[in-house]
């Protein structure tokens, strides 16, 4: 079955560390895959996508992600985080010609 | 462009009342959808459509029910809400009705609560 599993509900990191987010795909075609963020009381907004070709990608607001096929993952990083970054983080698979899969969320909060 | 509106942003029913939450993209998407977000279950795919005129169901249908007459809008309907359908509803759009591999803009949200 076709699934998305993002298994940090939440994760906490001060300001000025580095951020992986993790994400594992199930999907038997070559997947398209995308990260979104949701800042509070806000829709979602790309961060980044991966189609084909270079399996690190670069997205909006200095956040990367690398492809990686042997180990069906996604996973999200960030060099140095920034405040500003608190927000739910969620992965995507487009499942098919209509529709995605998304995962269940990781909710990242920033210290000061 | 306004990008993809939704109204109302807030909500509040009693059981057994219907409602309609208004969705409007003006950027001449081919492709709407409608999700419900519920705490630690991500984003569910309830209704979708393909053009004006073609819709289909997605991975929660039921007690909902969508119609597309225009491009720009993509109603979603509650017949006669229960309380299990509290929660923040998305619309979202996107240019192609090949979905799976686009980007999908999303709308800001109706926060719905059904007492």
């Known amino acids: 079955a076709q699934s998305v599993t993002q298994p940090d509900i939440h994760i906490t990191v001060s300001e000025g560390a580095s951020l992986e987010l993790r994400c594992n795909y199930s999907y038997g075609a070559t997947p398209y895959l995308f990260w979104y963020v949701q800042s509070p009381g806000q829709g979602l907004q790309l961060l980044l996508k991966?189609?084909?070709?270079?399996?690190l990608v670069q997205g909006i607001k200095g956040f990367e992600a690398e492809f990686k096929r042997s180990q069906s993952s996604f996973n999200l990083r960030k060099p140095s985080v920034h405040w500003s970054d608190a927000a739910e983080y969620f992965c995507?698979?487009?499942?098919?010609?209509?529709?995605?899969?998304f995962g269940t969320g990781t909710r990242l909060k920033v210290l000061a | 462009n306004a990008g993809v509106t939704q109204t109302p942003k807030f909500q509040v029913l009693k059981t057994g009342q219907s409602m309609t939450l208004q969705c409007a993209q003006d950027m001449n998407h081919e492709y709407m959808s409608w999700y419900r977000q519920d705490p630690g279950m991500g984003l569910r795919l309830i209704h979708y459509s393909v053009g004006a005129g073609i819709t289909d169901q997605g991975e929660v249908p039921n007690g909902y029910n969508v119609s597309r007459s225009t491009t720009e809008d993509f109603p979603l309907r509650l017949l006669s809400a229960a309380p299990s359908q509290t929660s923040v509803y998305f619309c979202a759009s996107s240019y192609s009705k090949s979905v799976g591999a686009q980007e999908q803009y999303f709308g800001p949200g109706t926060r719905l609560t059904v007492t």
């Open positions: 991966y189609f084909s070709g270079d399996t």
């Open positions: 995507a698979v487009g499942a098919g010609t209509y529709k995605y899969i």
